[in-house]
């Protein structure tokens, strides 16, 4: 597999850069009070995470922007060790990551301290950045539409590619941040999907879009360290706005994003979930399908800890993960 060696280097210089500042980091959040507000309608298990340092994305946003940017440098001086096509993804990670930012801040600081930006506000904001995105990728990089499993030539969508590909950015955005609900559980399904779609990359020939995959699970890696339960630091709606968003476009970049809710199994689950108890709470005035959602919160509410949660989790998504990769390959 081609590129492959590469990719896990660069991840783990990411891993390396995303630890070494992890607890200067920290300190800095806690020095200006960057700390979560716990909802009313959150568990009651989650009272004692009240003040846990967050905005906690930028933890890992920097070392892949730093490397990202540092090996295209060194592309200029003729050792091609990264394409300029991964900075649409990159573009992606920080677009979303600043709309997220600006929602963590609103609900520390701003006039909606405990609820963060208007719901209509942060979609209309998300609209706009991934249908700039999508068009980029349509008529810029020309990206391939849609990989049919047993077609040998990709699919054209004419103009539905716009849409389609903004519906896929925007609800994978918000699926992962449905997903980031309880310590280290939004890391490793991070993890765990872009790295598979990672391999996919490297197979395919995608070779320094794998290597900005692998870059990103480095650096998933390192916050991962003061993540797991109990968690030392969120990475709030300016990592799972950012990671969601990148992931969906480092698919279609693929073409083959058709088996994305495969490979992202739980953050769509988690999408499904409070879309249904949405639904069902409207149509029938006030009954709920699960006792609460996102659906890992159901989980607490029926006696699982987080921890069975994220390892119980974290197997569905690998299994789904798997069964997405070799789908994407069937011939």
Same mark, same amino acid.
């Given at each position: 597999? %081609?590129?492959?060696?590469?990719?896990?280097?660069? =991840?783990?210089?990411?891993?390396?850069?995303?630890?070494?500042?992890?607890?200067?980091?920290?300190?800095?959040?806690?020095?200006?009070?960057?700390?979560?507000?716990? %909802?009313?309608?959150?568990?009651?298990?989650?009272? =004692?995470?009240q003040d846990t340092p967050t905005m906690g994305g930028f933890m890992f946003l920097i070392p892949i922007t730093l490397l990202t940017v540092i090996l295209n440098a060194v592309s200029i001086f003729g050792s091609r060790l990264l394409g300029s096509s991964i900075m649409v993804p990159l573009a992606a990670l920080w677009g979303f990551a600043l709309i997220g930012a600006i929602d963590d801040w609103e609900g520390i600081r701003g006039a909606r301290i405990g609820l963060g930006m208007r719901a209509k506000t942060k979609f209309l904001l998300q609209i706009i950045v991934a249908l700039v995105i999508a068009y980029v990728m349509k008529e810029v990089l020309s990206v391939p539409h849609l990989y049919w499993p047993t077609a040998n030539q990709p699919l054209n969508l004419g103009w539905w590619y716009l849409p389609i590909a903004t519906i896929l950015i925007v609800g994978m955005s918000n699926a992962m941040n449905f997903t980031d609900g309880i310590d280290g559980l939004a890391s490793i399904i991070s993890m765990t999907a872009f790295g598979l779609i990672g391999i996919i990359c490297l197979m395919q020939g995608q070779v320094y879009l794998g290597r900005f995959c692998f870059c990103v699970v480095g650096a998933l890696a390192g916050f991962l360290w003061f993540n797991v339960n109990p968690a030392r630091l969120f990475m709030g709606d300016t990592g799972s706005q950012a990671l969601g968003a990148s992931l969906a476009v480092v698919a279609l970049m693929t073409g083959h994003w058709l088996f994305l809710p495969l490979i992202a199994i739980i953050p769509t689950a988690e999408l499904l979930s409070v879309m249904i108890q949405v639904a069902y709470f409207k149509a029938t005035k006030g009954k709920r399908v699960f006792k609460r959602t996102p659906i890992h919160h159901h989980f607490e509410e029926i006696g699982w800890t987080e921890s069975q949660i994220v390892i119980r989790f974290w197997i569905i998504e690998l299994v789904g993960a798997m069964l997405g990769l070799s789908l994407v390959f069937i011939r």
């Amino acid at each position: 597999m %081609r590129g492959f060696s590469l990719a896990i280097a660069i =991840s783990s210089i990411s891993f390396l850069l995303s630890t070494i500042w992890g607890e200067p980091f920290i300190k800095v959040l806690t020095r200006f009070n960057i700390g979560k507000n716990i %909802r009313d309608d959150q568990p009651l298990t989650h009272r =004692s995470k009240q003040d846990t340092p967050t905005m906690g994305g930028f933890m890992f946003l920097i070392p892949i922007t730093l490397l990202t940017v540092i090996l295209n440098a060194v592309s200029i001086f003729g050792s091609r060790l990264l394409g300029s096509s991964i900075m649409v993804p990159l573009a992606a990670l920080w677009g979303f990551a600043l709309i997220g930012a600006i929602d963590d801040w609103e609900g520390i600081r701003g006039a909606r301290i405990g609820l963060g930006m208007r719901a209509k506000t942060k979609f209309l904001l998300q609209i706009i950045v991934a249908l700039v995105i999508a068009y980029v990728m349509k008529e810029v990089l020309s990206v391939p539409h849609l990989y049919w499993p047993t077609a040998n030539q990709p699919l054209n969508l004419g103009w539905w590619y716009l849409p389609i590909a903004t519906i896929l950015i925007v609800g994978m955005s918000n699926a992962m941040n449905f997903t980031d609900g309880i310590d280290g559980l939004a890391s490793i399904i991070s993890m765990t999907a872009f790295g598979l779609i990672g391999i996919i990359c490297l197979m395919q020939g995608q070779v320094y879009l794998g290597r900005f995959c692998f870059c990103v699970v480095g650096a998933l890696a390192g916050f991962l360290w003061f993540n797991v339960n109990p968690a030392r630091l969120f990475m709030g709606d300016t990592g799972s706005q950012a990671l969601g968003a990148s992931l969906a476009v480092v698919a279609l970049m693929t073409g083959h994003w058709l088996f994305l809710p495969l490979i992202a199994i739980i953050p769509t689950a988690e999408l499904l979930s409070v879309m249904i108890q949405v639904a069902y709470f409207k149509a029938t005035k006030g009954k709920r399908v699960f006792k609460r959602t996102p659906i890992h919160h159901h989980f607490e509410e029926i006696g699982w800890t987080e921890s069975q949660i994220v390892i119980r989790f974290w197997i569905i998504e690998l299994v789904g993960a798997m069964l997405g990769l070799s789908l994407v390959f069937i011939r």
